[in-house]
Nanobody, 115 residues
Framework: QVQLVESGGGLVQPGGSVRLSCAAS????????MGWYRQTPGKQRDLVAS???????NYADSVTDRFTISRDNAKNTVYLQMNSLKTEDTAVYYC?????????WGQGTQVTVSS
């Protein structure tokens, strides 16, 4: 059974930084893609950033130049470095992994940006 476990969420002040981590277990192949989505009440769960096993990245326009995604293929772990945080970045962040076209999701971790 594939499981994704997130860590690193919490409370941070505007302009601050946090680093999210997500480790996949029960996976016997490299995940084709890993990424992060976020969701706030009343809104759709939207892609923040993703990265393929080959290292190609994709970012939402709102986070480009502030967030950086990376992964360790051997560990099937993905990271999201979040800098220059804004209050509008407040959301539940979900780890996502894709293997053979199947999406797997973590339970989410809350990131709150507030003074």
């Amino acid at each position: 059974q594939v499981q994704l476990v997130e860590s690193g969420g919490g409370l941070v002040q505007p302009g601050g930084s946090v680093r999210l981590s997500c480790a996949a277990s029960g996976v016997f192949y490299e995940l084709d893609s890993m990424g992060w989505y976020r969701q706030t009440p009343g809104k759709q769960r939207d892609l923040v950033a993703s990265i393929t096993s080959g290292g190609s990245t994709n970012y939402a326009d709102s986070v480009t130049d502030r967030f950086t995604i990376s992964r360790d293929n051997a560990k099937n772990t993905v990271y999201l470095q979040m800098n220059s945080l804004k209050t509008e970045d407040t959301a539940v962040y979900y780890c996502n992994g894709i293997l053979f076209g199947v999406h797997y999701w973590g339970q989410g971790t809350q990131v709150t940006v507030s003074s």
